[in-house]
């Protein structure tokens, strides 16, 4: 069973950053997975952010095109865990922000399917003032 542990996230002023991370057990060692940021804010769809294949040294990553240039993400095969490094934060990207798993690697039009992706965190809270 894979599960997914959220952590990070908080309030910070617009122009700060905050960092995300998520550590994902119970992936089988032999096989690929593209670990996805999805976020939701009040009254709007999950949207994707960001994502990544693990597992892999290399396979292609991912941005919307919202946080491009602002948000970093980053793995760490030996953990199996992603972090999603936010810059230049602004208020509209206050949201919660979910890590999401999906067997295989991550595929160009992956942050627009959440339906592709199984398994989810519990979300983290994030919110930026101006």
């Known amino acids: 069973q894979v599960n997914l542990v959220e952590s990070g996230g908080g309030s910070v002023q617009a122009g700060g950053s905050l960092r995300l991370s998520c550590a994902a057990s119970?992936?089988?060692?032999?096989?690929?997975?593209?670990m996805a940021w999805f976020r939701q804010a009040p009254g709007k769809e999950r949207e994707g952010v960001a994502d990544?294949?693990?597992?892999?040294?290399?396979?292609?990553?991912h941005y919307a095109d919202a946080v491009k240039g602002r948000f970093t993400i980053s793995r760490d095969n030996s953990k199996n865990t992603v972090t999603l490094q936010m810059d230049s934060l602004k208020p509209d990207d206050t949201a919660v922000y979910y890590c999401?798993?999906?067997?295989?690697?991550?595929?160009?039009?992956?942050?627009?399917?959440?339906?592709?992706?199984?398994?989810w965190g519990q979300g983290t809270q994030v919110t930026v003032f101006s």
């Open positions: 999401a798993v999906d067997g295989g690697i991550c595929f160009h039009q992956s942050l627009s399917r959440p339906d592709w992706f199984n398994d």
């Open positions: 119970g992936l089988r060692s032999t096989s690929y997975y593209c």
């Open positions: 990544i294949s693990i597992q892999s040294d290399g396979g292609p990553l």
